[in-house]
């Protein structure tokens, strides 16, 4: 059961829709899993929605626009309902460069991935630390 997100609405019927759509036709998680990030981050406009971190996924499809926060919680929502799990990870950026934005980033975690928990990854296994960002290359093909 995936944790209490009252922001991705992962259960809407708008999400639930637009997950199918968007992954009804992709044979492996993999797939899917690109199909949904594909849309999030191409169809999804990068801007500030008029309640700015309070929107629901649902509502970001509406919007049809959206910053780091509300498109990380589109994804994890379109993942969840199409059977992905992910959660939310927020982090704090240094003040000099934006004053108290909270950047989010989303984390699918596919069966037999790099960067899966319980899974070390190749980085890890040689000795050299994995970070998120080149894990989540490796783990989306060059996306």
Do not use: N
């Not at 926060?69 to 950026?93: S, Y």
């Not at 899966?116 to 290359?137: A, F, I, L, Q, V």
């Amino acid at each position: 059961m995936p944790a209490v997100s009252p922001l991705s609405d992962h259960e809407h019927p708008a999400i639930q829709a637009k997950a199918d759509a968007l992954t009804s036709d992709r044979p492996t998680l993999l797939d899917q899993m690109e199909s949904i990030f594909g849309f999030v981050r191409d169809q999804i406009r990068f801007g500030f929605p008029p309640r700015w971190d309070a929107v629901k996924a649902s509502e970001t499809v509406q919007y049809g626009i959206g910053y780091c926060t509300p498109k990380a919680t589109l994804f994890v929502a379109l993942c969840r309902a199409a059977g992905i799990p992910a959660r939310i990870h927020t982090g704090l950026i240094d003040v000099r460069i934006m004053r108290g934005i909270f950047p989010s980033l989303a984390f699918p975690f596919l069966p037999g991935a790099v960067g899966t928990p319980g899974r070390r990854s190749r980085s890890m296994e040689s000795g050299s630390p994995s970070t998120p960002t080149s894990t989540t290359k490796r783990s989306i093909r060059g996306h």
